[in-house]
């Protein structure tokens, strides 16, 4: 079992940077591929980033490569997602996961999410 909480949404302005957290419970967060996610007012759940076990891996939606960079901490069970450029359209609701399978899924744990609003 996994428990992950997000931090570090907010409302900036476009062109902004926001740097979200994900803290996992439990000693096995290192066995886990992660993942990013965001969903936006009546739009389904896009994929954003998947990070490899080791970080040494990332796979990143064609929308954000270039301007988001995710990275962990094993060692702080964290995972990290540095958002720069924000445009308006990056506004969504921000949630990561955790798959033990592989970074297409599919993931077996959720977070609560956190909003992110970029402004115009």
């Known amino acids: 079992q996994v428990h992950l909480v997000e931090s570090g949404g907010g409302t900036v302005q476009a062109g902004g940077s926001l740097r979200l957290s994900c803290a996992a419970s439990?000693?096995?967060?290192?066995?886990?591929?992660m993942g990013w996610f965001r969903q936006a007012p009546g739009k389904e759940r896009e994929f954003v980033v998947g990070?490899?076990?080791?970080?040494?891996?990332?796979y990143y939606a064609d929308s954000v490569k270039g301007r988001f960079t995710s990275s962990r901490d094993n060692a702080k069970n964290t995972v990290y997602l540095q958002m720069n450029s924000l445009k308006p359209e990056d506004t969504a609701l921000y949630y990561c996961?955790?798959?033990?399978?592989?970074?297409?899924?599919?993931?077996?744990?959720w977070g609560q999410g956190t909003q992110v609003t970029v402004s115009s």
């Open positions: 439990g000693r096995t967060f290192s066995r886990y591929i």
């Open positions: 996961a955790a798959s033990g399978t592989s970074a297409m899924g599919p993931y077996d744990y």
């Open positions: 990070i490899s076990w080791n970080g040494e891996n990332t």
